[in-house]
């Protein structure tokens, strides 16, 4: 049941219309590469939601992005920018669900699913940390404080969230 209205808070404030943001292609892969390298180690699944969570919001934005660029689908802009992510969200989590990734009754921190609970908050760090960006990037007159400014923020908040998870889950 708390999974239940976790997932559903969660979703509300993730499908929130946002206005299209920049997530560079190098922060998806270094999210991605994240992602491959701690299911290479075992790492628990509460860290690895962490990962999967910031890459589903990378690349629901990616994707309202090129919808932009594109001029697609542009008079119905809100209910596109919900659909990308409901689809994205719904393609990665049905099938953990099915396949029991999802849902494991021996697979729980304080009572809630480790892979839907770091999917969540991982998502929506990932989410908090771009905006943090763009809003650092404007006070500075817009531009980065240094190369790939872009990346590190938004990166080093999921490696600092899995230290924080790997202390929590140990």
């Known amino acids: 049941m708390k999974m239940k209205y976790l997932f559903s808070a969660a979703s509300l404030l993730l499908l929130k219309a946002m206005p299209a943001q920049a997530i560079c292609p190098v922060c998806i ?72 990734f999802i849902g494991n009754p021996f697979n729980q921190l304080y009572g809630l699913d480790k892979l839907l609970l770091g999917i969540v908050v991982g998502s929506l760090f990932f989410a908090l940390s771009t905006r943090a960006y763009e809003i650092i990037k404007q006070r500075n007159g817009g531009h980065a404080h240094f190369p790939f400014e872009k990346v590190a923020i938004p990166v080093s908040t999921l490696i600092l969230l899995s230290a924080l998870f790997y202390f929590l889950t140990k």
């Open 29 to 100: 892969v270094a999210v991605g590469a994240g992602l491959g390298l701690s299911e290479y180690l075992g790492i628990d699944d509460s860290i690895a939601g962490l990962w999967i969570g910031g890459l589903l919001v990378g690349i629901s934005v990616w994707t309202i992005n090129y919808f932009e660029k594109k001029q697609w689908l542009i008079k119905y802009r809100n209910w596109r920018d919900y659909a990308i992510f409901l689809a994205y969200y719904i393609m990665v989590l049905y099938p953990l669900y099915t396949q029991n």
